[in-house]
């Protein structure tokens, strides 16, 4: 029961301050606490509180520290982008909508950049962030060519940008990338974070949009052919700006494969707007199954 | 006549030789070939490359008889998969292969794959460009053959010299009595050759220049197999007896002809 009572005075063991009316206000300050019970407590129940504050005030609770080794989930990015490895390739679909708070500002947005031949990005939370330094990514994967003779590997790729983000992680930079391509090694997929992160996998979704993304995504096996990758991936972009407010406009699919006889790795494949898509769905009773779109 | 001349040429030798950032009128910079003379008394060493496999071996000099040779090792390992041989200043080849290492752990640290042999070799070319070109540092006074399987199996040996220039080669020599190994290689190479053969072939090569004797040669192999790099150092007792069977087969050839 004291428990339950101190809780209901203390708001945040973490942080025991708060701020009422502009001024910062001590929750272990006895006399503020009692000013905040209601009025109708019984005397012997605000006493009964305010002991069980006073024994609380002599221990010392450390502040609990968030682990820096769990990244925080920050949904603060307005889109939704995925990428996933199937058999022969990688698929990544992306939407174009992009938003300034409440305002969508562009329809149109191209959220898939390339550098090069064999490796693609995409861009989720700041335009501008994912728009430099994937370019700055792409000279240097351009300079990794004439230097070494050779195309640049995507281990290596994603590792010069996780390095610039890990750099950069305490200057406020808004950037979640998916790094796809096609070296010596097969399809890589990698995800590179605004922190610094940078992780290997078969399945990955960023932004706002990703949560309702990743649900579609439970059906993706590795050993998918590139046509059933592609219609799930527009399916979970799709359903992903159906409910997401931040995700919407058209849905691109673009596909990486083993180079061609240029050398050629990536192409776009699609470019659906999201409202046919979703009354095309929901009219012949498919619900969302594209198998026919191609 | 000719006299006057051969007291004018030397003196405007002596005069452009002690700077290195001045050109001769011959167009040479003339300490970058002192430094290559320097690296000419070094230990002969060579590089050879087989079909899947690359063999470095290098002629250790006697040292004093109180001295451990086992210690003077003239094959550095930069990396899991690059190994070089030098032949110069022992003292400025550990300095330069330093570098290369620090630049091995860089390269995989920021980019997460490993250096190609291409890359580490120009990259210790570079350095040694660099101190031919500023003011108040001399050059380094040593040829590096590197030997290096990539990742994708690719091998290849690349030679760099004091000037800072690098090539890749199938078989080279530099140091001592060089030019007596690369007729040899001249005559006797030949490509795609098994791990043996190449072995085989490097140590017949200094066996011309150098005393008769496994403890005055260091042999490094590497070969590329499914697991990659697989790098060893030939031990005394396996170097004896190849030795002493490359002798024999000498012998029967002299025998023949």
Known sequence: KA??????????????????????????????????LPASKQQSEIDELM?????????????????????????????????????????????????????????????????????????????????????????ECRLWELRNKTTI??????????????????????????????????????????????????????GSGSV????????????????????????????????DAYSGGYVQVYVVRAPDENGHCWER????????????AHEDGTAGCFKDLF | ???????????????????????????????????????????????????DSLVLCVERKMGTQLQDT?????????????????????????????????????????????VSTEYISRYVAQIQQRYTQSGGRRPFGVSFILAGIDESGKHAIYMTDPSGYFARYKAISCGQNSKTVQEFFDKNYKDDMSADETLRLAVSSLMDVVDQSSRNIEVCQLKSTDKGCEARFVGEEELTELIKSIEKEKEEEEKKG
């Open chain 1, 269 to 280: 494949v699609s470019r659906d707007d999201v409202q046919d898509l979703y009354k095309k």
């Open chain 1, 153 to 206: 590997t995507v281990a290596a790729a994603s590792k010069i940008l996780a390095g610039i983000s890990y750099s950069r992680r305490n200057s406020g930079l808004c950037m979640g990338t998916l790094v796809a391509g096609w070296d010596e090694f097969g399809p890589q997929l990698y995800t590179v974070d605004d922190q610094g992160t940078r992780l290997k996998g078969d399945k990955f979704s960023q």
């Open chain 1, 212 to 243: 309702y993304a990743l649900g579609i995504l439970e059906e993706h096996r590795t050993d998918m052919s590139i046509e059933e990758g592609i219609d799930l991936g527009r399916r979970a972009v799709m359903h992903a700006t159906h409910r």
């Open chain 2, 1 to 51: 006549l000719q006299f006057l001349y051969f007291i004018g040429h030397t003196r405007t030798m002596s005069s452009y030789d002690r700077a290195l950032t001045v050109f001769s009128p011959e167009g040479e910079l003339i300490q970058i070939r002192y430094a290559s003379d320097a690296v000419n008394q070094g230990g002969c060493c060579v590089g050879v490359k087989g079909k």
């Open chain 1, 3 to 36: 428990t339950v009572s101190v809780l209901y005075c203390v708001q945040s063991l973490a942080s025991p301050m708060t701020c009422v009316n502009d001024t910062m206000h001590d929750l272990r300050d006895v006399n503020f606490v009692k000013a905040m």
């Open chain 2, 70 to 114: 086992r210690t003077v090792k003239k094959i550095i390992k930069i990396d899991d998969h690059v190994f070089a041989a030098f032949a110069g200043l022992t003292a400025d080849a550990r300095v330069l292969g330093k570098r290369a290492r620090d630049e091995c752990a860089n390269f995989q640290f920021n980019y997460e794959d490993r």
């Open chain 1, 51 to 139: 002991a069980a504050d006073k024994t609380l005030k002599n221990v010392k609770l450390p502040v609990c520290p968030r682990p820096s080794a769990i990244p925080k989930l920050n949904l603060e990015k307005g889109t939704t982008t995925l990428g996933i490895v199937v058999k022969d390739g990688i698929v990544l679909c992306v939407d174009s909508r992009a938003s300034t708070g409440e305002f969508i500002a562009s329809r149109t947005t191209q959220k898939v950049l390339p550098m090069g031949k064999t490796i693609l990005g995409t861009m989720a939370g700041g335009a501008a962030d994912c728009q430099y330094w994937e370019r700055v990514l792409g000279v």
